[in-house]
Structure formats: structure tokens, C-alpha cells
């Protein structure tokens, strides 16, 4: 099935929940709305005709304080019917809560902790969510863009991390 | 060692109690010297067929192809430093390695070295050493549980279930060779094979050529035999890759080196009992042969089961716990009851 | 008696363990020597890859790349360049492809080989080992003679290469592909049809196929279950399609499909299949062509985003990169595929004992470098 047909499917059955969908080169996304996103990926795992069985990659974005969003896109894969389809779910850069889908692709355990881990974004009905790469009394969330160093670990320093300037 | 006491009385000690002390003493000395010597080319040995077996040279730096390579370990060991763990029992951790290495070297009392070179010439010099070399078992385990880790601690436990498992098969292999020589004592056991299979002597005469349960028996020892001795692919209780060094991962310098010269005194004590038992002891394969003498065989044939052990080492993966466990109970001691009741039928039918 | 009762004791296996294929912290509980569950602790190895890359210009992520899957660099290169080619929408001259196609084969058997040498070593067979370092070291002595570097190369840049082949690696090429074929057969001698080593690894730590592809196994350890899936054939990138040779799945000849020693097995005859790709390859080259004409000055993509995805040694190695139509990408996701293998650790280890979470551990082939990046 095409992208317009997969989004053609969701809209069909979720209605007002998949909210916005782009078709253009290296922009094709659908998004959908937060807390339908549960219910959505059941959907899109169980129903025969997408039959998406493989979650390929998690990634989480923040796009900035002035953009004022931070995004979790999920690119899925169907081993059966060998289409793919990209979900996205938008929400605040404070406070970002959005359903676990750990259950449904097992995959997405370690991938939501990651998430959680370098944005802060929560998972809820994550059975173990902490963090995953940093220590767990780490303060602050690395790959925000605003994100600054703390000072001191343990009484160790910490080195900031400072943009480089590469040779033009 | 009869003839070191009855030396010294000769050159003057009237008194048979220093005489026999002093002669204990030299002859101590003489079977830690020569243990330290065997580890050293043992090791090297070891080092050398490994590395050469894996396609590179081994220890080539240190004196001619690396011949000093164990002499300069042994410096090392010696000067480091001794480090106990905090909460590690002391007693233990301190006693551990000298009960191990005291199992194998009571064993060396009645282990020949050749024809008359003897500490001490048992009537049941078999029985001695099969008793007394399973000492080793609680000194495992005492430096497993004292080390305060539980990966020692694991170390230990599996050590004793398969030291233990595997007394039995030795024991009844060996059982075989007592059948054959109607004696428990070792020289008398030699002697029994001097002569064979239509009186020919040389290496018909050995035992494992005798019938053909003595045959298998011999096999059944060289594996059973390897697994006393904690070699792959029996070295569970010292597998690096689970458990780093097992039961003496906590044990440094000149402690550690004790363990090690149990474990290379354990393949000798294999070798020997292997080479007395089956092969016809310092007896000479080529019949009516007076030139060699005995202590040669001796060696050569202990070597060469060293050397097999040492070759199985480097070819084979190791085998699981249990999966030990199983060819010990459920392989090799049916086949070893099976070998001796065959002999017993074999000697009292032919 | 009421009062005794076994507790299940926690085990601490790592950071340091001769085992871990590197600083990976294992939480055992186990039950005497029975394992019941398993808890990986990640993160000894976090080098902040993502941040950095953030903060440099496209081809100066390269470097970074290369040293997540440090045993695997060429194929991360080629991961990124095809990624960073595709949104650029340049296409690279055939000579350039062909040898990219070349490296990567090379180095999945270099890759291999550690793989299964570690593997014989966590079993106790100490000798594979050091015969499949052996066989290891001609191949980074090509690589070395091309671009200087014995681990991590830096060499395949977004639009071509760094350096040509210099003269005589073709010929050298072939040697080492005469000297490598038979020794599969060695391997096969010493390890495969070892009683004792099938006894460790034949029917331990089975993962079924629904089960890998819920938890994102992927590569060697999925075929192994039985999945006729690879991405050089599937969703073909590069010149793959051109090239004749066959997908390894397992086999029931030993034990079950998904078990440790098929896992073994598939990556013992991957190598056969990347060393006839590699001939192929070599028989084809383009005789000329610069490997720098594609390289362009300044790299800056249009704004959008890709997940590209190619078939690491280890599996699906994943990239989505964002762009922001500036010299640096806003955001660089590596979707590693020894972190999705490590984490089916828990459902196929749990009941096995310490040894066999050992060899579990070994045949999912785990590089901690790009688990943490």
C-alpha cells in the first residue's frame, strides 16, 4: 500500500484523531493526536491489510525553545506486506506525555528509554521507565537544545561540551 | 628413599631416627625441587605447543626461544604484593593454598620416579595416592568460600562436585591395573608387565595391550584423569570466560603460583599413575632392552600424557556443568564398571 | 526444614568481565546456577555520538561514525554516505560503488571473524580465535594499504572516497579470496562439528522467529530464526542487486532454528557469501573514474528528513538524519542493531544456566560501541 492509502485507512478509522499528513519528498509523516496513539499502533499492528510488525526506529526531537514542540517519530515497517509509514506525535517541550506502545513492539522498550533518557518525554504504561545510557541520578536531558551541562557529578567536574569550528 | 636412610647410617649416624629424618628431609626437598623444575618446563612446554598449535611462536624473548620465560614469572610472582580482600575469612584465605598443594605433594611420598627412586615403598602405595590425592577438594573449596566473591564461591562448588565426580572412574580404571598385578604395590605392578603376551616382554607386556578392557580403560583414565586435574575441557572451576580465574580469582603473586604448581603437580601425578598402571611404568617398549634406563621410560611416558593433556586443552571448548556431570555419571563410570568387570572375567577365564 | 528455603542470589556480571564483549553490566538473579532474569545495564561506553554530530558539518560526522560499531567501520560509513547521498539526491560514479561494495563485503567478513572468534573463546576453545585473527589481519592489511588505517578509516565520505585503491590491491584482493575460502572448512573442522561445542550451543537460548521480529532482531541472528530477510536483497541499496549470491538462513541440522549454534552458523557462511560477492565485485571494477568527482564542495540539504536503513554485520543499522537546510544536520538518530539484539537478552536467557548466558550472550554478536555511541 502507498503512504495516501495507509493515511486514507487511518483516516477511515480514527477520524479526527490523525490530524495532519505530508507527501512530500523526505517529508512524508503522518501526525496524529497524543493520546489516540495507543489505540492507533494496536491498530496498525493487528489490522491484516498493514500488518506493521516491525517498529525500525524511534526517535525523539526537540525542535527548539522557540518553536516551543518536541516531536517523537516512529518509522514502521511491515515484514509481510514490505511497506512503511511514518507516525509522528507532537506535544510541548514541558510536561510531554505520550502512551507506551512497549506492549505492542518490543523494540520500543529500550527505544521510548532512550528517548526518555536524552528528552525527557514520558512514556506512560512504560513498565520500567528510567534512563538508559546515562547514570540515573543524571540531572537534565542531553539532547534538548537548550540543554546546559551540570557542573559537578559526584564531586567530579564535568567538561562542557563546546561547539566545534571545523576548517571551511 | 630406603637407600638414602640406610646411607647415612652407613656414613656414621648410628641413630636410625636422624638417619631416616635426615633422609626425609633431603628427599622433600628434592621432590619440591624437582616439582618447581617440571612446572617450570611444563609451563614452558605449554606455552610453546599452544602457541605454536594457534599458528604464532610463543615465548621467544627471554633467554634462547623463550627458555627462561617461567624463571622470570616465577621473580615476578615472588615480588608481588600479597593482597588479601577486606572482608575476605583470613584463616582460610591463608591456609586455602597450602592444603592444596599439601594434597599433591603427600601424594608425591609414594609416587615413583623411577626403578627403587621411592619415598617410601608402600604394599598399598596405590591406595595411598588415590586417598590422599583428594585433598586437594577441600582446599578449592576453602579458597573458594574464603575469598568473599561469588564467583569463587561458584568456582569452588563446581570444582568439588567434579573432583569428586570424577574419583570414580580413576579409581576403577586404576582398580584394573591392581587386578592385572594382583598387587597393590607399585613396583610390583611394574614388574607384573615386564613380561606378556607370549612371553615377549618390551611393550607387550604392558598392560593396556593385555586385553582389550584394559585398552579402554586406559582412555577412560586419560579422560578422568584430565578432569582431576581441572584442564579443559574440564577447567570449569577456573573458566576465564565466566568466572575470570574461579575459585583463586582473588589469589596474587607467590599464593597464586602455589595454585599453579598444584594444578602442573596434579598432570604430573596423572601422568605417572597413567604411565605405571597402563603402560608398563619404566619398563622399555623394545624388549630385552638394558641400556635406557628405567627412570627414562618413566618420563617419557608421563610426558607423553602431560602432553595430550596439554594438547586437549588448547583444541577443545569446554564442556557446561552439568554436561560434566553427565559424562562423568552417566558415561564414564557405567564403561569404567563395564572394563572392570570385564578384566575380572577375562583374567579368571584366560 | 519449613524454615529453609533457597534465595535467589543477585550476580553482578561486568563492567570488567572477560566476557562482556565489552563494558556491558549484566544483573543476574539467579537460582543456585540457574538464571531467572537478566538486567542489561548500558551506558559504560556513552561518547554523546548524537550531540556531537549536531555540532559539526555533514562530512565531519564521519569520523564520529566510524566509532560506534568500531568493529564494523566501513559498513557505518557506508550507512551515513548512502543517507546523507540520498537527501543530497548525488549520485556516485560506478568505480566509487563498486569499491565501496568491496569494503563492506571485506569488512563484514573481518567482522565475522571477531564474531565467531569471541564466540569459540566464551565457550572455552581458545585456538579459532586466534586462526580467525589471523585470517583478520590480511584484511586490515588491505585496509591499510588503502587508506592507511587498520580499525577505524574514515573513508567512505559523503559522495565517494577518501583515497583510490592504490595499484596492486587487486591483486592482493584475490590472494586473500584464495587464501580464505578453504579455511571455512577448518572452522567448520574445529568448531562446527565439535561434539562438545554443538553440546553448549545446539538448542540454547532458541528465540522464535515472531518473537525476533517483535523485538527488532535483526541481521545474522533473525535469518538464524528462520527469517528469509535481508536488506542487500530486499530493499537493495547501492549495487547489491547487480551481484549473484544467496541469503543464509538456519538450518535444523544441529539443534533447532534460533538456537546459539545457527546464530554461529549463518555468520560462518555469510563470510562464504560476502567472499563471492567480493570476487564478483573485483571481476567487475571499472577500470577508471575519479573517486572524488561526486564529492561536493559544501554540503547542504534541503530541508526534510530520512530513515535509511542498510545491513550491517550485526543487522539493520538505521540513520534519520533532519535537516534544516544548514552545513550541520539538526538531528543524527543511529538506529543501532546490537541494542535492539541485546534486548530479547532478558527473554531468551532467563531459565538457562550462568554458562549458557555466556554463550547466549556471545552468539548475539554485541559491540557496546554502538549500543551506547
Known amino acids: 500500500m502507498t503512504r495516501q492509502e495507509i493515511y486514507d485507512r487511518l483516516l477511515a478509522q480514527f477520524g479526527e484523531s490523525v490530524v495532519a499528513f505530508s507527501n512530500e519528498p523526505f517529508t512524508q509523516f503522518i501526525v496524529i493526536d497524543t493520546p489516540a496513539w495507543y489505540h492507533i499502533a494496536q491498530y496498525l499492528k493487528t489490522d491484516p491489510d498493514l500488518y506493521f510488525d516491525s517498529l525500525m526506529c524511534v526517535t525523539g526531537m526537540d525542535l527548539g525553545p522557540k518553536k516551543e514542540s518536541m516531536e517523537v517519530v516512529y518509522d514502521l515497517f511491515s515484514m509481510r506486506h514490505r511497506h512503511k509509514i511514518t507516525i509522528k506525535v507532537v506535544g510541548p517541550r514541558e ?53 546546559q551541562v551540570q557542573e559537578y557529578y559526584h564531586g567530579i567536574r564535568v567538561p562542557k561540551i563546546k561547539p566545534k569550528k571545523l576548517a571551511p | 628413599m630406603q637407600g638414602l636412610t640406610h646411607f647415612f647410617q652407613h656414613i656414621g649416624i648410628s641413630s636410625a631416627f636422624w638417619s631416616f629424618f635426615i633422609a626425609t628431609i633431603i628427599y622433600g626437598v628434592f621432590v619440591f625441587t624437582f616439582l618447581a623444575l617440571f612446572a617450570l618446563v611444563a609451563v614452558y612446554l605449554e606455552r610453546k605447543v599452544s602457541g605454536h598449535m594457534q599458528d604464532r611462536l610463543g615465548p621467544m624473548r627471554v633467554g634462547w626461544h623463550g627458555l627462561l620465560q617461567t624463571v622470570a614469572d616465577t621473580l615476578k610472582l615472588l615480588a608481588k604484593e600479597d593482597i588479601i580482600p577486606r572482608n575476605a575469612d583470613r584463616l582460610l584465605f591463608v591456609l586455602a593454598p597450602v592444603v592444596l598443594f599439601l594434597g599433591t605433594y603427600m601424594v608425591f611420598a609414594a609416587l615413583p620416579f623411577g626403578p627403587g627412586i621411592i619415598g617410601s615403598d608402600l604394599n598399598v602405595g596405590l591406595f595411598y595416592i588415590i586417598a590422599v590425592s583428594s585433598l586437594v577438594v577441600i582446599g578449592i573449596i576453602m579458597a573458594g568460600y574464603s575469598s568473599n566473591n561469588k564467583w569463587s564461591l561458584y568456582g569452588g562448588m563446581r570444582s568439588a562436585a567434579q573432583i569428586i565426580s570424577y574419583e570414580i572412574p580413576v579409581g576403577l580404571s586404576l582398580i584394573i591395573g591392581v587386578m592385572m598385578s594382583s598387587s597393590l604395590h607399585i613396583g610390583q605392578m611394574v614388574q607384573a608387565q615386564a613380561t606378556g603376551l607370549w612371553g615377549l616382554g618390551g611393550i607387550f607386556g604392558w598392560n593396556f595391550i593385555q586385553n582389550p578392557f584394559a585398552f579402554i580403560a586406559l ?132 | 526444614m519449613r524454615d529453609l528455603r533457597t534465595e535467589e542470589m543477585t550476580l553482578n556480571m561486568g563492567p570488567q ?99 565467531f572468534g569471541t564466540f569459540g573463546l566464551d565457550v572455552g576453545a581458545f585456538t579459532p580465535f586466534l586462526y580467525a585473527f589471523r585470517e583478520r589481519e590480511k584484511i586490515l592489511d588491505l585496509f591499510e594499504m588503502t587508506c592507511g588505517a587498520r580499525l577505524l578509516y574514515n573513508y567512505i565520505w559523503v559522495g565517494g572516497l577518501s583515497h583510490d585503491i592504490p595499484p596492486g590491491f587487486v591483486e592482493k584482493a584475490y590472494e586473500f579470496l584464495e587464501y580464505f575460502e578453504p579455511k571455512i572448512k577448518e572452522y567448520n573442522d574445529l568448531l562446527t562439528n565439535n561434539k562438545i561445542f554443538i553440546e553448549r550451543t545446539a538448542d540454547v537460548g532458541v528465540l522464535p522467529a515472531d518473537v525476533a521480529i517483535n523485538y527488532g532482531v535483526t541481521g545474522p541472528q533473525l535469518r538464524a530464526s528462520g527469517v528469509d530477510w535481508d536488506l542487500r536483497r530486499d530493499e537493495p541499496y547501492s549495487i547489491y542487486d547487480r551481484f549473484d549470491w544467496n541469503v543464509v538462513t538456519g538450518v535444523e541440522d544441529m539443534g533447532v532454528l534460533g538456537d546459539c549454534w545457527n546464530r554461529y552458523y549463518v555468520k560462518i557462511l555469510e563470510m562464504q557469501e560476502s567472499a563471492r560477492i567480493i570476487r564478483q565485485a573485483l571481476d567487475r571494477l571499472p577500470v577508471d573514474g575519479d573517486v572524488q568527482a561526486a564529492v561536493p564542495r559544501k554540503i547542504r540539504p534541503p530541508e526534510g528528513a530520512l530513515y535509511f536503513r542498510s545491513e550491517n554485520p550485526r543487522g539493520e543499522l538505521g540513520y534519520y538524519i533532519v535537516s534544516d537546510g544548514g552545513t550541520k544536520p539538526f538531528r543524527v538518530k543511529m538506529r543501532s542493531p546490537a541494542l535492539s539484539n541485546l534486548g530479547v537478552i532478558d527473554e531468551i536467557g532467563a531459565g538457562w544456566l550462568v554458562a549458557d548466558v555466556v554463550a547466549i550472550l556471545g552468539s548475539l554478536d554485541i559491540v557496546l560501541g554502538e549500543i551506547d555511541r
Request: charged share 20%.
Open chain 3, 17 to 115: 568481565h572477560p566476557s562482556t564483549h565489552g563494558v556491558l553490566r549484566l544483573k543476574l538473579r539467579t537460582d543456585g546456577e540457574v538464571v531467572t532474569s537478566i538486567e542489561p545495564i548500558l551506558g559504560y561506553l556513552h561518547r554523546c555520538f548524537e550531540k556531537h554530530a549536531e555540532n559539526l558539518e555533514y562530512p565531519g560526522v564521519v569520523p564520529f561514525v566510524d566509532r560506534c560499531d568500531y568493529l564494523a567501520s566501513m559498513n557505518n560509513d557506508h550507512g551515513y554516505a548512502m543517507a546523507v547521498e540520498q537527501l543530497l539526491g548525488i549520485e556516485v560514479p560506478e568505480r566509487v560503488e563498486y569499491i565501496r561494495v568491496i569494503f563492506a563485503e571485506l569488512q563484514r567478513i573481518a567482522s565475522h571473524l571477531v564474531a
Open chain 2, 219 to 350: 582412555f577412560v583414565y586419560v579422560v578422568a584423569g584430565t578432569a582431576e586435574a581441572n584442564r579443559t575441557p574440564f577447567d570449569l572451576p577456573e573458566a576465564e570466560s565466566e568466572l575470570v580465574a574461579g575459585a583463586f580469582t582473588e589469589y596474587s603473586g607467590m599464593r597464586w603460583a602455589f595454585f599453579f604448581l598444584a594444578e602442573y603437580a596434579n598432570m604430573w601425578v596423572v601422568g605417572v599413575l597413567g604411565a605405571v598402571v597402563f603402560l608398563g611404568g619404566w619398563n622399555s617398549p623394545i624388549p630385552g632392552d638394558v641400556y635406557v634406563p628405567g627412570f627414562v621410560w618413566l618420563f617419557a611416558k608421563a610426558f607423553g600424557i602431560v602432553f595430550l593433556q596439554i594438547w586437549a586443552r588448547w583444541t577443545f571448548p569446554r564442556l557446561r556443568v552439568d554436561q560434566l556431570m553427565v559424562t562423568s555419571w552417566k558415561y564414564l563410570t557405567p564403561i569404567a564398571f563395564f572394563n572392570l568387570v570385564g578384566v575380572g572375567f577375562w583374567l579368571l577365564l584366560i
Open chain 1, 95 to 147: 510536561d510531554f506525555h505520550v502512551p507506551s506502545v512497549e506492549s505492542i513492539w518490543r523494540v520500543a522498550d529500550w527505544h521510548e528509554r532512550e528517548v526518555y533518557d536524552m528528552f525527557g518525554i514520558l512514556f506512560d504504561g512504560h513498565r520500567h521507565l528510567k534512563r538508559l545510557l546515562l547514570p540515573e541520578d543524571w540531572e537534565g536531558y542531553p539532547l534538548r537544545k537548550d540543554y
